[in-house]
């Protein structure tokens, strides 16, 4: 059965209102006194109380960190939404370049020959030696050797970047190629440097 409010007050409830309605929210005052919000406001009026301002500026802070913060998760929800909206169209947009379909959007995405080429020059930096199949590559201890690309070639770890080849000791009895490295920075070095250095 739903609650009736007495629009009369004793002079207990009276007393009580006018003491501390100037620093007690209404709800509160309401549930104390088992009176209705319009009653307090209706006494309010007639009584002329007021709030002070330090409860004023107090509720106004405790709400502005309230707002934030669901602001700020809100943000987050958003962002985390977006990123996966994303990921599943850049994942449709790879399927569609595999099977020689024209994309639907203007993201550049690298073939698997170009990411080939971006880690032959790299290993070709570090040292490494590249066989004239362009399968393996040599390292001999000169190299700066490419542990992560080689873990991930062995089976040892999982990696997100793909090793085009096979890493072998150089033998001595072959005779060394001479290693070209390409002019000018060359797009992805640094992350597939990064990524090693991660390991």
Do not use: C
């Not at 209102?17 to 006194?33: C, S």
């Amino acid at each position: 059965m739903k609650q009736r409010y007495a629009w009369s007050l004793t002079d207990e409830q009276l007393a009580y209102l006018a003491e501390h309605y100037h620093n007690t929210p209404n709800d509160e005052l309401a549930k104390t006194l088992g009176i209705s919000i319009h009653t307090i406001n209706s006494r309010r009026t007639r009584h002329g109380w007021r709030k002070d301002a330090d409860y004023l500026k107090k509720v106004g802070h405790e709400t502005a960190v309230a707002n934030e913060a669901w602001k700020r998760l809100n943000v987050e929800k958003n962002h985390a939404k977006g990123i996966a909206t994303r990921n599943k169209i850049y994942e449709a947009e790879r399927v569609r370049i595999k099977w020689g379909l024209p994309q639907l959007t203007k993201r550049h995405f690298r073939t698997e020959l170009r990411e080939k080429q971006v880690q032959r020059n790299y290993l070709k930096r570090l040292g490494y030696i590249i066989d004239d199949t362009g399968l393996i590559a040599y390292y001999t201890p000169e190299t700066h050797r490419a542990r992560r690309l080689e873990r991930v070639e062995r089976g040892v770890r999982k990696g997100s970047i793909k090793p085009f080849y096979t890493f072998k000791p150089y033998e001595h009895q072959r005779e060394p190629q001479d290693i070209q490295v390409p002019n000018g920075p060359d797009p992805g070095m640094d992350a597939l440097r990064k990524a090693d250095n991660a390991s």
